[in-house]
């Protein structure tokens, strides 16, 4: 059974940092194109960052651009998302997702196979 589950949320003051983690289990992700979306109550699950298998590069939304990195360990079989500067507007649920196949838009949530069940940041002004 694949599964992918996120760690790592919690309540932090505006400018902390929080680190997320997901470890994904059932299967190697290595080869996979993996991906942080977020979504806060009454709007819709929003691209944040991806990274592809090589771990090399990694892509993020124009909000978190400069403040959140995206990484991976592939003998881990893990993702992980740092952030930092945080924002009362970072408040939402976080979601974990991967996919394997290529030529899609892995800023679209539709593009995505495998989603976990999500860790709640919550930024206090």
């Known amino acids: 059974q694949v599964q992918l589950v996120e760690s790592g949320g919690g309540l932090v003051q505006a400018g902390g940092s929080l680190r997320l983690s997901c470890a994904a289990s059932?299967?190697?992700?290595?080869?996979?194109?993996m991906g942080w979306f977020r979504q806060a109550p009454g709007r819709e699950r929003e691209f944040v960052a991806g990274?592809?298998?090589?771990?090399?590069?990694?892509y993020y939304a124009d909000s978190v651009k400069g403040r959140f990195t995206i990484s991976r360990d592939n003998a881990k079989n893990a993702v992980y998302l740092l952030m930092n500067s945080l924002r009362p507007e970072d408040t939402a649920l976080y979601y974990c997702?991967?996919?394997?196949?290529?030529?899609?838009?892995?800023?679209?949530?539709?593009?995505?196979?495998?989603w976990g069940q999500g860790t709640q940041v919550t930024v206090s002004s």
């Open positions: 059932g299967r190697s992700f290595s080869r996979a194109v």
């Open positions: 990274i592809g298998w090589t771990g090399a590069n990694g």
């Open positions: 997702a991967a996919v394997e196949a290529s030529g899609r838009n892995y800023r679209l949530k539709d593009s995505y196979d495998y």
